[in-house]
């Protein structure tokens, strides 16, 4: 039969129409899903045949221009890649212990190819080292100002006796034979293809002959180490700073993991913080907040800074001082100064202070708020 017919698509199919159809018709007709059916197991060889020709540039191209007889040229040595009419042995479809190569085809499309392996036949492994973190706690002053700091560490890294190769005197580590550099083996169970670590050499894809005395062959030791580290100015609380390469060491030549900083921000005794605005509460006299005035408030910079007080404050108005708030990062922009007052109540009155107190609220006619509370009291009463 037609070789596009086997696997149902047309001449003019592209590559991956042909090799999406095969997919479907491998796993349609697989014996391991078609036990004791003989036509099925036909229909699967055939469609192998098909795919193994139709899915090489070189073949298929022999194949459009002589069919069936390139097989005769082939075996002639007239051109041709030297391949049988089957394509495929009695051995290679022993289903006991997988479909063989052809078969792989189909994984490959569904799960890439190689299934997860750490590199290819003969390519050396490396395995990365881990990643770490680092917890440090900041004042919101040094967090305005950003914060150099030295980190002292005590972590792998690389071994200077074999510059991280694991190999006495960083000596090349050879191929494992096992798994061919892949770091992974795989065997056939039933009808799935199963991949675990490779034992020989533990996942590495090497073998070292002779280890390191310094190391034990692992290409990292355990030491301590100091790294400067710059926190910028109006870093936020629960802040993470990345330091690429600066983690754990890789095993045997293995790149380094990152380090990851995670900055937290001390509760302060006056200010808080919202983004890059300041809040703070300030203490206001009654006479103040009545009259008017001034007050004086620290800024997160240090200094001072002066507030009006206009008459009639009330408790729990806020005022903005612009500018004076947190750093922003990566930027010469300050945040805001949030000011909330607090309108003090005086305590430890003299006998000459409550008199004038009690003359005063005999003659009081300026609390709007108090008067229009009453009168809502009032009207909601009489409506019981």
Known sequence: MDYYETLGVVKSASDEEIKKAYRKMALKYHPDRNKGDKTAEATFKAINEAYETLKDPQKKASYDRLGHDTYKSAAQGEGGEGFSPGGFSSQEFHFDFGPGAAFSDIFEGFFGKGMGQHGGRGERVEMRGNDLRYDTAITLEEAFRGKEMELKLRTNVRCDSCNGSGSEGGAKPKTCPSCRGSGKTRYSQGFFMVEKTCSSCNGTGHIIEKSCKACNGAGRINKSKNLNVSIPAGIENGARIRLTGEGEAGIRGGSNGDLYIFVTIKPHRLFSREGSAIHCDVPVSIVTATLGGEVEVPTIDGKKATVKIPAGTQSGQIMKLRSKGMSIVRSMLRGDMMIHTIVETPVNLTDRQKELLM???????????????????KEFWQEL
Do not use: I, L, R
């Not at 003359?359 to 009291?377: A, C, H, M």
């Open 359 to 377: 003359e005063f609220e005999k003659d009081n006619q300026s609390s709007p708020k108090s008067s229009g509370f009453f009168s809502k009291v």
